[in-house]
């Protein structure tokens, strides 16, 4: 399985040092994603992390910075999936509520996060809404995008998902929890999931 970072929607003091220290350290593809930020703020929080990491980094929103510093991919939103391609030749990804929308997508994208699988960490009363069992059969049947959990994963779940047939876990609430400016366990949470994720089942 395959773990995916996403970014606490907001920008914070010390969060670049924080990244560059997890992409050197872990094999994880970490999402660039602030939904408010404008292009310049996205440049800058770029320029911060080394060169040589770029590649470890998809981007949302801001994708004509895809070619300027080397970027492993993007990841469409709903609304944006129409300029899916006009950025041929990357990794792409998206997000999908739905098994219906899953299979919708197939071929369309490398991987989708599919959410919510469990009750959000970072979207208090978000809710799980999927069936496992209809996940689990769906995944073991022939399709060609990657799916991601995302949503309420945890160390303590992620031996469910991976039973289920997912690729890859995506976390973002666990990791970055409610106000990371101010939390000294980012690291320590992540080294969590990361070695659940890494830990075969016994």
Same mark, same amino acid.
């Given at each position: 399985?395959?773990?995916?970072?996403?970014?606490?929607?907001?920008?914070?003091?010390?969060?670049?040092?924080?990244?560059?220290?997890?992409?050197?350290?872990?094999?994880?593809?970490?999402?660039?994603?602030?939904?408010?930020?404008?292009?310049?703020?996205?440049?800058?929080?770029?320029?911060?992390?080394?060169?040589?990491?770029?590649?470890?980094?998809?981007?949302?929103?801001?994708?004509?910075?895809?070619?300027?510093?080397?970027?492993?991919?993007?990841?469409?939103?709903? *609304?944006?999936?129409?300029?899916?391609?006009?950025?041929?030749?990357?990794?792409?990804?998206?997000?999908?509520?739905?098994?219906?929308?899953?299979?919708?997508?197939?071929?369309?994208?490398?991987? *989708?996060?599919?959410?919510?699988?469990?009750?959000?960490?970072?979207?208090?009363?978000?809710?799980?809404?999927?069936?496992?069992?209809?996940?689990?059969?769906?995944? *073991?049947?022939?399709?060609?995008?990657?799916?991601?959990?995302?949503?309420?994963?945890?160390?303590?779940?992620?031996?469910?998902?991976?039973?289920?047939?997912?690729?890859?876990?995506?976390?973002?609430?666990?990791?970055?929890?409610?106000?990371?400016?101010?939390?000294?366990?980012?690291?320590?949470?992540?080294?969590?999931?990361?070695?659940?994720?890494?830990?075969?089942? *016994?």
């Amino acid at each position: 399985m395959d773990l995916y970072l996403i970014s606490d929607e907001h920008f914070f003091e010390g969060e670049t040092e924080i990244v560059t220290d997890l992409l050197s350290r872990y094999d994880f593809t970490f999402h660039l994603r602030k939904p408010d930020a404008v292009m310049g703020a996205y440049k800058e929080f770029l320029n911060r992390i080394p060169l040589e990491l770029h590649r470890k980094i998809m981007l949302h929103d801001a994708y004509p910075l895809l070619q300027e510093f080397g970027l492993k991919g993007l990841h469409f939103s709903t *609304q944006n999936r129409h300029l899916r391609s006009t950025f041929r030749g990357h990794i792409n990804s998206t997000s999908a509520h739905s098994l219906i929308e899953v299979a919708k997508l197939d071929r369309l994208f490398d991987y *989708q996060f599919l959410s919510p699988v469990f009750s959000s960490i970072s979207k208090p009363g978000y809710p799980g809404n999927l069936v496992m069992d209809e996940v689990k059969s769906y995944l *073991q049947g022939e399709r060609i995008s990657r799916i991601i959990a995302l949503g309420g994963v945890t160390e303590e779940n992620i031996p469910v998902l991976r039973k289920t047939g997912f690729n890859g876990v995506a976390v973002l609430g666990r990791v970055w929890g409610h106000r990371p400016e101010k939390d000294t366990h980012i690291l320590e949470r992540f080294k969590m999931v990361y070695n659940s994720l890494k830990q075969p089942d *016994q």
